[in-house]
């Protein structure tokens, strides 16, 4: 009994132990080592890109994916390694990948909007855009999200999908803005003289930009002003300074020059029966 008990271990270790303990082993050798390949391999890959003069947004994007691929293929000769079938583990896996992708398919429209997004490039990482009803400068586009920064630094994630999916307006576009004001003057002003001082002071400011000119134009005769629209345009980057610095050099030159621009009000007259 005492021998049989001891071929019994012995063939337990010799048979079972031995041999699952060196493909666990083996497997973990080949996750651990494929990681650290597959970390290497993305930035490799990313310094190549970024050398190329790819986009930035681009070139996260790829990693992703190709950081998302080379996890798959590890996890797959690891499971090899243990036997696992993995022939059909991959048809089990494309039977429930299609049931998965019924039930998430608002995250696949992500995915395929984000494809979308980096292929066709509506916007650029850094530029300021508006969409999906929000905006701010663009971070990163991923696989399912965008990430926006806001100027209060805030930080919105917003679905690929109701990006693309909507009206995407690129205010980074272009390398020049137009401010468009709306002034208004008393009726009993002289628009002659409200003019001249409007087109003096954006002479002034070296930041207005010559070619294409500024202009000042009556723009309409409303209720209880004359509104004159003025409209310089100046480098994307100088657009809010600019804008706000106009606003408040108007209204303490037209106070100094005597020119008043009038709000809405409403005159009450009382009469004595």
């Given at each position: 009994?005492?021998?049989l008990a001891a071929f019994d271990h012995s063939a337990l270790i010799n048979d079972y132990l031995i041999p699952w303990g060196i493909r666990i082993a083996l497997a973990l050798a080949i996750y651990v080592l494929g990681r650290i390949l597959a970390?290497?391999?993305?930035?490799?890959?990313?310094?190549?890109?970024?050398?190329?003069?790819m986009d930035a947004?681009?070139?996260?994007?790829?990693?992703?994916?190709?950081?998302?691929l080379l996890l798959a293929v590890i996890l797959i000769a690891a499971l090899d390694e243990l036997g696992v079938q993995t022939t059909s583990?991959?048809?089990?896996?494309?039977?429930?990948?299609?049931?998965?992708g019924l039930a998430l398919k608002d995250s696949l429209s992500n995915f395929s909007a984000g494809v979308m997004l980096i292929i066709f490039r509506p916007f650029k990482?850094?530029?300021?855009?508006?969409?999906?009803?929000?905006s701010g400068v663009v971070e990163t586009v991923g696989i399912f999200n965008t990430t926006l920064r806001t100027g209060d630094n805030r930080e919105i994630i917003v679905p690929n999908s109701q990006i693309y999916?909507?009206?995407?307006?690129?205010?980074s576009a272009r390398p020049t803005r137009r401010i468009d004001l709306l002034i208004g003057i008393g009726y009993?002003?002289?628009i002659r003289k409200a003019k001249g001082l409007l087109e003096e002071i954006m002479a002034a400011d070296a930041r207005i930009l010559e070619d294409p000119a500024p202009t000042v134009v009556v723009a309409d005769l409303a209720d209880s002003s004359v509104n004159l629209g003025i409209r310089p345009w100046?480098?994307?980057?100088?657009?809010?300074?600019?804008?706000?610095?106009l606003l408040e050099t108007i209204k303490l030159r037209f106070d100094e020059s005597g020119i008043s621009i009038p709000y809405p009000q409403t005159d009450v007259h009382l009469y004595q029966a």
């Open positions: 009994m005492d021998s970390r290497w391999v993305v930035r490799l890959s990313e310094r190549l890109m970024n050398r190329s003069g947004i681009l070139v996260k994007f790829l990693s992703n994916v190709l950081n998302a583990l991959l048809a089990l896996l494309g039977a429930a990948g299609l049931a998965v990482q850094g530029d300021f855009i508006e969409a999906a009803g929000v999916g909507g009206t995407i307006t690129n205010v009993e002003d002289d100046v480098n994307s980057g100088d657009y809010w300074a600019v804008r706000c610095d």
